[in-house]
């Protein structure tokens, strides 16, 4: 990037560099003209975003150094950088990302389910074998009585 300061040269002098009119360049970076004519006469010191990003894609700006340059915030940036998309072919990109982060986060869903299925058969064996305990604690508890009912009977 050359040496230039001010947003509203850069972006004029990289616009002509590459041969583009402001209508061109304000329909790739889906805006309006006059907002691309607002930059080059230092109307808007500060555009979008993602206006930022097409002037990167479009013009070969440096995004963080003309982000920097008109004032953003380094979280802003950062933002902007990691999560803007101006192409389908970033979208496109971006989608097949979630689409695998999604298989991946329902393939752990289905084994968090399993896992508890799994719980749920083991813990109601081990309630099955209690009931079956505590029935036959109850017949000892019978037992016991009737032994003591005899013995004192006996006695």
């Known amino acids: 990037m050359s040496e230039i300061k001010d947003i509203s ?14 209508r061109q360049l304000a329909k790739l970076c889906d805006v309006s003209h006059t907002e691309i004519n607002n930059i080059e006469k230092g109307i808007r010191v500060r555009p979008a975003l993602l206006t930022l990003k097409g002037f990167e894609k479009y013009l070969d700006l440096d995004f963080k150094a003309i982000a920097k340059m008109v004032g953003y915030s ?12 101006v192409s389908y ?16 986060l329902l393939f752990e869903i289905d084994k968090k389910i399993h896992l508890g299925i799994d719980i749920k058969v083991y813990f109601d064996d081990i309630k099955e074998d209690l009931q079956e305990s505590i029935k036959y604690s109850q017949k000892m508890e019978n037992i016991d009585r009737l032994l003591s009912q005899l013995i004192e009977i006996r006695k």
């Open 9 to 22: 040269k850069l972006v004029k002098e990289s616009r002509e560099n590459k041969g583009l009119s402001a």
């Open 89 to 104: 072919e970033m979208f496109s990109k971006r989608l097949e990302e979630f689409e695998q982060e999604k298989k991946e």
């Open 74 to 85: 380094d979280e802003a940036i950062k933002y902007a950088d990691e999560e803007i998309v």
